[in-house]
């Protein structure tokens, strides 16, 4: 099976502090997404990458950025961390194609106060 | 603008009873339709998938849908429900490449 593995489960930081999530997929996935899921509002895709040095803005990604310097990897970069951006962060990956199914990282709740 | 939309937050639903959870997009043309669930603590986990051909789409875990393109649908049912499907079920319209737009979800608690 694939696995997903998001760095960390429970991470808490101070306001403007820089925050780097990491996310690594073992089965040589082309594409790769963060998102962040809060109650009422479910996913919301940050930034996704379908190749290695290549990203793409998603619905939510301002303050945020990410970095694919491998295949396997890709992170989450904030910035300076906000309030606002206390969160549970989802890493998934695909293969190529519009209609490759998700998998999914188990997520990294975030606490910034 | 993509959207989902996914009326009812929360459903509660008896033990061996059917259950629907209903799932409305607006795209203009033939969307690729996804139903993911979430259980406690884990990730998420495709149920289904609909992209083309005949409407009613079989998934895991004993659960279906049918699209219906007159009402922008993808309701997820399943006969008979058990106690392990007690989740958030997320449904997810594709509107271009890559991208995946997902709705507010809606929890399913089963009860005894």
């Known amino acids: 099976d694939v696995k997903v593995t998001q760095s960390s489960r429970y991470l808490v930081k101070r306001t403007g502090e820089k925050v780097f999530l990491e996310c690594v997929q073992d089965m040589d996935h082309e594409n790769m997404f963060w998102y962040r899921q809060d109650p009422g509002l479910g996913l919301r895709l940050i930034y996704f990458s379908y190749d290695v040095k290549m990203k793409e803005k998603g619905d939510i990604p301002e303050g945020y950025s990410v970095s694919r310097e491998k295949k396997e990897r890709f992170s989450l970069i904030l910035e300076s961390a906000s309030t606002n951006q206390t969160s549970m962060y989802l890493c998934?990956?695909?293969?190529?194609?519009?209609?490759?199914?998700?998998?999914f990282g188990s997520g990294t709740q975030l606490s910034v106060l | 603008a993509q959207s989902v939309t996914q009326p009812d937050i929360h459903i509660t639903v008896s033990e061996g009873a059917s259950l629907e959870l209903r799932c409305n997009y607006s795209?203009?043309?033939?969307?690729?339709l996804f139903w993911y669930v979430q259980s406690p603590g884990q990730g998420l986990q495709l149920l289904l998938k609909y992209f083309s051909g005949d409407t009613l789409v079989q998934g895991i875990k004993g659960f279906e849908a049918e699209f219906k393109r007159s009402q922008s649908s993808f309701n997820l049912r399943k006969p008979s429900v058990h106690w392990s499907d007690a989740a958030e079920y997320f449904c997810a319209v594709a509107y271009n490449d890559y991208k995946l737009s997902f709705g507010a979800g809606t929890t399913v608690t089963v009860r005894a």
């Open positions: 998934a990956s695909s293969l190529a194609g519009l209609n490759e199914k998700l998998f």
């Open positions: 795209y203009g043309a033939t969307p690729y």
